[in-house]
């Protein structure tokens, strides 16, 4: 098997270059035009000028708090046992029956629930998952961190006060 | 059950209600014998023994998965409430309960009939009007009847509209320090109440009111005082009695289940270990007829926890300066050889929780090793039980006076009782795995401590006494034989994996051999 060779000769056109780069310096000159006078850009100006996204975009997780600031998740392992990346670990515990005053509805508590962000896939079954709407998926889309145990958080961190699924 | 390899046991004194050897029926090869009676069930025709239940018959012969059940348990009497297992008896008027109604020959029942299913789907949704929807708070969810009966016959849609009921004072009621009443969650089957009657005749629990308003409670202020509360955990179809101990712990469906015994006392119970990541959550009895039945005390149950104790010694032990020091098996052997070698009498008491297995690895390899003659002996010390003859049963149903597993195995390997039960030599190598006794000894007295020891168990001798601590594995992480206190051998095989740095016998004995 000898090699083919699939090249095509030039044409007349595709060998005097000068018309190409001419149209080329058009679409430039447009755009600069466009950009530095009418101040019409495709980019945003990052981080200064956040990017807005749809509802539905799926960032970091939050915990979803009632009115008296204790979190809604009863420690259920639901979002453990459905999560395909195995990032979240929940431990399990009885409330305090004297700080209790729900009753039944939160008798059992997420003594820690911990969250690897960077094993995270940010599918979103934990949020389809929980049946009492505690955990949710955010807005929140930097997740820069400067080490692997920062990415790891906890339940102080994700528990947030929010509009639905935006900051207050 | 494949783990036991002998059957030579009496029948229990328990008489169990049951389908128990749920193997076909044969007919009887004389040939004047009267021919089996004969049912179909489904369509299919099975021989039964007269007196079985359709239930039962259904049972033997895994007739589809199981007929469904709430009240119906095989360990206790029949009641026929719930009226889950109604099944279609051609030419009987309505649907009959094949819990309590005798099969009789040339019956035709239908077990998944329109009408049946019908039937099913209706007593589904009545349960359900007051059921509470908290399965994911439910420590049941993953192993409720409820919810696997609701998934295959419920209707799935309710058309309750009114307020679901509740017991304000018995939602999360502490019925003793072991178990916990949720009363919403209760189907009103009356299991626990049934098995306090009929199984342990304390007569602990009581439906109180009627109807609407039926309600468990404790018969005395005092709760629940039977030795057997775990049991009513296991067989309660939802989450309305829940095992104090294992409450919020884990969700069921994260365990591994995989069988063992339970070596709390000389009876010997089947159990299965309850575990995820080689961690132990609970034990639960499995079916026996020859050993346990369907039950086990709450002692067994909640003994894994001496296994589970981060006091357990779980490496060897060197004594270094008059301090125990971790080390590898090879240094502590080989520090081992020196004083044994030097001592001028070694005495070797196996406890009688060690397996068959190790008693007579002990008995014929440790003597040759050390190269002297050594005094083998065995010791039970629990509850002033010295030799398989001062057991005895401490109740009607499983509870032994002998707190060991093996006594009778132990003695089966021709070793002797420890004499007065006191050590007397210069070196005594102890050999336990956490639930035999500590032999007496005088205030001097050096030893080598061989099994499973707690630090709390270390410090009842004088730190300079103690020349080495051998870790060893437990009931659960090992295998071997136990010999009950009715004769019967029972083989077990490792339920979970030990992590920590103890060593199984043969393993040890292994490593010493090659240090000679």
Not at chain 2, 175 to 198: A, G, P
Not at chain 2, 313 to 332: C, F, R
Not at chain 2, 401 to 418: F, I, Y
Request: net charge neutral.
């Amino acid at each position: 098997m000898g090699t083919i060779n699939v090249s095509k000769k030039y044409t007349a056109k595709e060998k005097a270059y000068l018309p190409a780069i001419l149209i080329g310096m058009k679409i430039t000159m447009k755009r600069f035009i466009q950009g530095f006078l009418f101040r019409k850009h495709d980019t945003i100006m990052y981080p200064e000028k956040k990017r807005d996204y749809s509802d539905r975009f799926r960032g970091m997780h939050f915990i979803s708090v009632d009115k008296n600031k204790t979190e809604n998740c009863t420690a259920c392992y639901l979002c453990e046992t459905i999560c395909p990346a195995e990032c979240i670990h929940i431990v399990a515990d009885e409330r305090d029956e004297e700080h209790n005053p729900y009753g039944v509805k939160k008798e059992k508590k997420p003594v820690s629930f911990d969250i690897d962000a960077l094993r995270c896939c940010f599918c979103g079954f934990c949020e389809e998952a929980c049946p009492k709407d505690a955990i949710k998926l955010s807005g929140n889309y930097e997740l820069a961190v400067s080490s692997r145990e920062e990415a790891i958080y906890d339940l102080d961190h994700l528990k947030r006060d929010m509009n639905g699924r935006r900051e207050k | 059950m494949s783990n036991i390899t002998e059957f030579d046991i009496k029948k229990p004194k328990v008489d169990l209600n049951y389908a128990s050897d749920k193997k076909p029926v044969h007919s009887d090869p004389n040939p004047e014998a009267k021919p089996l009676p004969k049912v179909t069930i489904d369509g299919k025709t099975y021989d039964f023994k007269p007196g079985d239940t359709i239930m039962q018959v259904a049972e033997r012969y895994k007739v589809h998965e199981e007929i469904p059940r709430y009240c119906y348990h095989p360990g206790m009497p029949i009641a026929g409430t719930c009226r889950m297992c109604t099944v279609e008896v051609e030419k009987a008027p309505k649907l009959m309960t094949s819990c309590s109604t005798p099969a009789a020959d040339g019956m035709v029942v239908h077990t998944r009939s329109d009408k049946v299913m019908k039937s099913r789907t209706g007593v589904m949704e009545f349960l359900l009007t007051n059921h509470p929807l908290d399965c994911p708070v439910c420590d049941k969810a993953g192993e409720c009847e409820l919810q696997d009966y609701n998934y295959e016959y419920g209707p799935g849609t309710s058309n309750f509209k009114e307020e679901k009921r509740v017991f304000e004072h018995a939602t999360t009621k502490k019925l003793s320090d072991k178990v916990t009443l949720n009363m919403n969650r209760c189907v009103h089957c009356e299991r626990c109440v049934r098995f306090t009657d009929d199984v342990t005749k304390t007569n602990d629990l009581v439906m109180v009111n009627r109807g609407w308003h039926k309600e468990l409670e404790a018969t005395t202020e005092a709760g629940l005082t039977n030795e057997y509360q775990g049991c009513l955990t296991d067989f309660c179809p939802v989450g309305a009695l829940t095992w104090n101990d294992f409450r919020f712990k884990k969700r069921s469906w994260f365990l591994n289940r995989k069988p063992s015994l339970c070596d709390g006392c000389s009876k010997g119970c089947n159990i299965e270990v309850h575990s995820d990541s080689e961690i132990v959550y609970r034990y639960v009895p499995i079916y026996n007829e020859l050993v346990n039945g369907h039950w086990m005390c709450d002692a067994g149950r909640s003994s894994y926890t001496s296994y589970t104790n981060p006091l357990r010694v779980i490496a060897p032990l060197m004594k270094h300066n008059d301090a125990l020091h971790s080390t590898s098996i090879q240094t502590l052997l080989t520090d081992l050889q020196v004083h044994l070698k030097n001592a001028a009498s070694i005495q070797l008491v196996v406890g009688t929780d060690a397996t068959r297995e190790e008693a007579a690895l002990l008995k014929e390899k440790v003597p040759t090793i050390i190269g002297k003659n050594i005094a083998v002996s065995y010791f039970n010390g629990t509850n002033g039980v010295q030799t398989s003859a001062d057991d005895k049963k401490l109740d009607e149903l499983l509870k032994m006076k002998d707190l060991t597993p093996n006594t009778k195995g132990v003695e089966e390997q021709g070793l002797s009782p420890l004499a007065n039960g006191e050590v007397n030599a210069d070196i005594a190598i102890l050999f336990r795995n956490g639930r035999a006794g500590i032999p007496k000894m005088k205030a001097d007295q050096k030893v080598v401590l061989w099994g499973i020891w707690s630090q709390d168990e270390l410090k009842s001798f004088p730190s300079k006494n103690i020349l080495g601590v051998i870790a060893g594995l437990a009931t659960i992480e090992k295998e071997g034989s136990y010999k009950n206190a009715d004769g019967i051998v029972q083989k077990f095989h490792p339920a979970i994996t030990h992590k920590g740095g103890a060593l199984s016998a043969h393993q040890v004995v292994g490593v010493w051999k090659t240090l000679n």
